[in-house]
């Protein structure tokens, strides 16, 4: 075989030289890409924000917090969609230091459950508020689209489905970042300097 042939045969692979010296746009074996670092980031903000805000309409509702809370879950749901597809479709990069094969699987199943949750969830909030006839404005006037009529038993249904979505969403969510102090403080790996950029030896 000709160095021609041998060196487009390297350039063709996922690690060859060309590919290397890229910009790395998905997951692969030995890390995260900057992609997914910066959007796992921007998603946590937006999630931990919703929350808060969920925490203060409950305690003292306002019509301007709504439309900030709609704004922020109208954000988080594209990106949701790109995450769960990025996450499904990639090599997941492989656990630093030897943890224990039953913590790694939980710890995967957690993080895809929450990625598919980011996205079903804002589906159900819309629906449970369009079929309960209340408008999903956003800041500045900018109204959604309701996609169907006002009816009382579908709000009932959608609510109730958002709740039981939200409350093991929650859950995992916890358990996630418990996963995360746990390997930080108590393991003493760069399992969570990895999602800030560091290239880490496994």
């Known amino acids: ?38 959007l796992h980031w921007i998603v946590a903000v937006l999630v931990l924000a919703i929350v808060a805000l969920e925490i203060v309409l409950w305690v003292s509702p306002g019509t301007a917090l709504t439309s900030v809370l709609n704004l922020l879950g109208t954000v988080l749901f594209p990106v949701s969609i790109y995450r769960f597809w990025a996450r499904v479709t990639s090599w997941h990069p492989l656990p630093v230091g030897t943890p224990n094969p039953v913590e790694v699987i939980v710890s995967r199943s957690v993080a895809t459950a929450l990625a598919l949750a980011m996205v079903l969830l804002p589906i159900a909030a819309w629906l449970a508020k369009s079929a309960a006839g209340q408008l999903v404005e956003l800041p500045g006037g900018w109204i959604i689209p309701s996609p169907m009529q006002p009816d009382a038993q579908a709000a009932h249904v959608f609510d109730v489905l958002f709740r039981i979505g939200a409350t093991p969403f929650l859950l995992g969510l916890a358990l996630h970042i418990f996963g995360a102090c746990k390997n930080h403080f108590v393991l003493k790996n760069d399992a969570l300097k990895r999602m800030l950029g560091k290239r880490v030896e496994l």
């Open 1 to 38: 075989m000709s160095n021609s042939q041998m060196t487009s045969m390297n350039d063709a692979q996922p690690h060859g030289p060309r590919a290397q010296r890229g910009f790395q746009w998905r997951d692969n074996g030995l890390g995260f890409s900057p992609v997914t670092i910066a």
